[in-house]
């Protein structure tokens, strides 16, 4: 059994900084490839941040520059630092994890709110 715990959301105000992490504990092989979504009210789930099993990264056009994704292999972890949030990074964000054989797993998800 697999599972990923998220943390790090939070309440700050805009021009502000949070970190969130996504941790995977469980019987699994490997990782491959672990994003980060985030979901407003009526708007579908929107592909924040992905890092592939070789640390090669991509991001919306929307936060790039300000979050940075990274993986740590050893912890089974992966972070994404946002810098200089904006209130429309407000959302509900989700880690989706990909493991070899086993397929994709969804994180519970954690709030950022960002106040104006």
């Known amino acids: 059994q697999v599972q990923l715990v998220e943390s790090g959301g939070g309440l700050v105000q805009a021009g502000g900084s949070l970190r969130l992490s996504c941790a995977a504990s469980?019987?699994?092989?490997?990782?491959?490839?672990v994003a980060w979504y985030r979901q407003t009210p009526g708007k579908q789930r929107e592909l924040v941040a992905v890092?592939?099993?070789?640390?090669?990264?991509n991001y919306v056009d929307s936060v790039k520059g300000r979050f940075t994704i990274s993986r740590d292999n050893a912890k089974n972890t992966v972070n994404l630092q946002m810098n200089n949030l904006k209130p429309e990074d407000t959302g509900v964000y989700y880690c989706?994890?990909?493991?070899?054989?086993?397929?994709?797993?969804w994180g519970q998800g954690t709030q950022v709110t960002v106040s104006s």
């Open positions: 989706k994890t990909n493991f070899v054989v086993l397929g994709d797993y």
């Open positions: 469980g019987r699994f092989f490997r990782i491959n490839d």
């Open positions: 890092v592939t099993e070789s640390s090669r990264t």
